[in-house]
């Protein structure tokens, strides 16, 4: 299933519900399952983002729905990456001509 990264900020109302963060990613994990996507971790982080999500959906749909399913909450903002194992990078690559 592909991989993808989001990288996650803080809204006005997401810093002050900081308290409930870690419900908020378990409660998020819960939605993104019935929509057939797994998150595979969750990090809270210091620097220029305040998270980052892992996760896997079978398709590009499917991440994107998640994704909007997260941001509607009015939590964070997301930056969603489509990741690649070194296996598909070189699938890729062999079709460069």
């Known amino acids: 299933m592909p991989t ?3 990288l996650l900020n803080w809204t006005e109302k997401g810093e002050a519900n900081v308290r409930d963060t870690a419900q908020r990613e378990a409660a998020f994990a819960k939605a993104a399952k019935k ?3 797994k998150v595979v971790q969750a990090y809270w982080t210091m620097g220029a983002h305040d ?3 892992i996760f896997e959906a079978p398709d590009d749909e499917t991440a994107t729905a998640a994704m909007l399913s997260l941001g509607g909450s009015g939590n964070v903002n997301t930056n969603t990456l489509r990741a690649f194992t070194a296996a598909e990078m070189a699938k890729i690559v062999a079709k460069l001509q």
């Open 4 to 6: 993808y990264i989001s």
């Open 35 to 37: 929509l057939g996507a």
């Open 51 to 53: 998270g980052v999500l």
